[in-house]
């Protein structure tokens, strides 16, 4: 039977003006953004829809402590205005920061639980950035196993690199320490590499290097109630479907320092029975990693945007009259 998988952003498909069109249009899109700021406490709004200042726009959001609530926000806001429209899903998943928002939207969190948390979680990552400066880089054209086998020989004690998102076959993103990953940067090409490309982020994440954030995260998921999902959700940690809310709870924490198995995880859905992808939120990241994953004849489809579910309405009027 033909399923629809929903795929929630993380952190780097953020931009100025996410979400101010939905709020402009949806009453169920504006009142949760409203809820957002009531729980936090400050205009997270105001750095989502910008303040005409460009540059000073752009700087707020790259702050993890405010991408990754704004990224989360704006997903959530993208399924309150679903919801009112019936629009269903058989199973999530959501990459890293983007695994908050499967969880919430498939019930395992609630958004008042989920947000404050999400919240932490980039503060935490932030500081533990500033504490144990690192980097990260994207290499493209390399097998994974000889990439992990090169990551292995290029650490040492207290300089490591590691992969941390497996993105797509071909598309890995590695993380560690400067020093480690300046020395990748430097060798990968010479060791099957086609390209590998620095990347510009606040800290080495899905490395040793978050451990500073582990220990304030566990307290806040020890905290915080988790339930069964109504569908079940591919952690990152593993790639398989869970359902079970002390895993959850588990894998989220062992997410700080594990890569994200993004490519193993659009494998398993497809296998399990997802002929469709929804990313929900913002950009078209992971509708692009489904398409390099599975081939372009997979269906895809990004909700962001006011014009995005305009589109997505039109098509099913058009295919409930024809």
């Known amino acids: 039977m033909a399923m629809t998988a929903f795929l929630f952003p993380g952190q780097g498909s953020q931009y100025v003006g996410m979400g101010s069109d939905l709020v402009s249009r949806y009453p169920a899109a504006r009142d949760l953004v409203a809820r957002a700021d009531d729980i936090l406490g400050f205009p997270l709004s105001e750095a989502m829809f910008g303040t005409g200042n460009a540059e000073v726009d752009a700087e707020a959001l790259r702050r993890t402590e405010i991408t990754q609530p704004a990224l989360f926000v704006h997903s959530i806001a993208v399924m309150a205005v679903l919801e009112g429209d019936g629009i269903a899903f058989d199973m999530a998943a959501g990459h890293s920061l983007g695994e908050y928002s499967a969880l919430t939207s498939s019930g395992a969190l609630s958004f008042e639980d989920a947000l404050p948390l999400v919240r932490l979680r980039g503060e935490l990552m932030a500081r533990a950035g500033d504490d144990r400066p690192g980097g990260m880089a994207a290499v493209l054209g390399m097998d994974d196993a000889d990439l992990e086998s090169a990551c292995r020989e290029l650490s040492s004690e207290g300089s490591v690199v590691q992969p941390a998102n497996y993105n797509s076959p071909g598309q890995v993103v590695i993380s560690g320490d ?78 700080l320092l594990a890569p994200v198995r993004w490519t193993q995880t659009m494998e398993s859905m497809h296998g399990a029975g997802a002929d469709r992808f929804v990313e929900i939120g913002a950009g078209r990241v992971l509708s692009g990693l489904a398409k390099r994953t599975l081939g372009r004849d997979v269906q895809t489809l990004a909700l962001g945007t006011v014009e995005d579910i305009d589109a997505l309405t039109r098509t099913d009027q058009n295919e409930h009259t024809t």
């Open 178 to 255: 400067v020093a480690a990953v300046a020395r990748a940067v430097e060798t990968l090409p010479g060791r099957g590499a086609r390209k590998v490309v620095p990347l510009p982020v606040s800290g080495a994440f899905h490395s040793p290097l978050m451990t500073h954030a582990r220990d304030g995260l566990a307290r806040a998921l020890a905290d915080v109630r988790i339930i069964s999902p109504s569908v079940p959700v591919w952690l990152n940690v593993t790639a398989r479907p869970s359902r079970d809310a002390g895993e959850i709870r588990d894998r989220l924490l062992e997410q």
